[in-house]
């Protein structure tokens, strides 16, 4: 299990899309792949806001990336010196949004190796637990979710990450009102027919009927992801 420092991320409005992918990209990532202590960094470029085979109610969020970062110090993630306010201009250049979640990541179905995980297409899902359910039941009702998920046919990959600390703006710990997110899922499958496929299959249907005895909303972005490290 792996703790993992998320970025929610949007773009300023009067940035085009793809000057925002570039800049993120060939930019912000050189500058952020600098930071001491640093073991993977991983961007997730959104390409699509479509549900895609479940049926479930979206949450309004809208983002336009997810960034991933292994760090070994979460109160200094980005060392000392000037490389922390570099990366924060920068950030302010270009985002117009940046929330903060750090989770605990538990891999479920292991991933292949980074050249066969090129091919895969990616979806990324923010949840929500029914407001009645405690924050432990949601975990374990969570974990009986896992086990169905590895019945589910074509699943390449499946990954939870349980959100333990929110950053509504960043640097500042925030409630969990704040930013109602309990965990983010990661999904990957051959291609958008698999993942149809998968969901509507038995096995998907019997564990989308599960998650609706512990979620409340489920908001998916489809994603292409690159590795910065």
């Known amino acids: 299990m792996s703790t993992v420092?998320?970025?929610?991320?949007?773009?300023?409005?009067n940035w085009s899309s793809g000057d925002f992918y570039n800049h993120w990209l060939n930019h912000h990532g050189p500058l952020v792949r600098n930071a001491?202590?640093?073991?993977?960094?991983?961007?997730?470029?959104?390409?699509d806001h479509v549900q895609r085979g479940i049926d479930f109610a979206r949450d309004p969020w809208d983002f336009d990336g997810f960034s991933q970062l292994w760090i070994s110090d979460p109160q200094r993630p980005f060392g000392e010196?000037?490389?922390?306010?570099?990366?924060?201009?920068?950030?302010?250049?270009?985002?117009?949004?940046?929330?903060?979640?750090?989770v605990k990541q538990t891999p479920v179905v292991e991933l292949p190796a980074d050249a066969a995980r090129?091919?895969?297409?990616?979806?990324?899902?923010l949840i929500r637990r029914w407001p009645d359910l405690s924050e432990q039941d949601f975990l374990d009702e969570?974990?009986?979710?896992?086990d169905l998920v590895r019945t589910m046919p074509g699943v390449k990959g499946y990954r939870q990450n349980a959100v333990i600390q929110?950053?509504?703006?960043?640097?500042?710990?925030?409630?969990?009102?704040?930013?109602?997110?309990?965990?983010?899922?990661e999904?990957?499958?051959?291609?958008?027919?698999s993942l149809e496929a998968a969901f509507k299959s038995e096995a998907g249907l019997k564990t989308m009927k599960h998650a609706k005895t512990f979620l409340s909303g489920?908001?998916?972005?489809?994603?292409e992801e690159h590795r910065i490290i």
């Open 142 to 146: 969570w974990k009986v979710h896992a």
């Open 118 to 125: 090129s091919e895969l297409k990616k979806r990324i899902s």
């Open 5 to 13: 420092r998320m970025g929610l991320i949007s773009k300023k409005p």
């Open 36 to 47: 001491p202590g640093l073991s993977q960094y991983w961007q997730n470029h959104v390409v």
């Open 218 to 223: 489920i908001t998916a972005f489809l994603v």
């Open 166 to 185: 929110r950053e509504l703006q960043k640097g500042t710990q925030c409630s969990y009102d704040d930013l109602p997110i309990d965990g983010i899922v």
């Open 187 to 193: 999904f990957w499958f051959e291609s958008t027919d």
């Open 81 to 102: 010196g000037e490389l922390p306010q570099r990366i924060i201009e920068d950030e302010n250049h270009f985002l117009g949004r940046l929330h903060i979640v750090t």
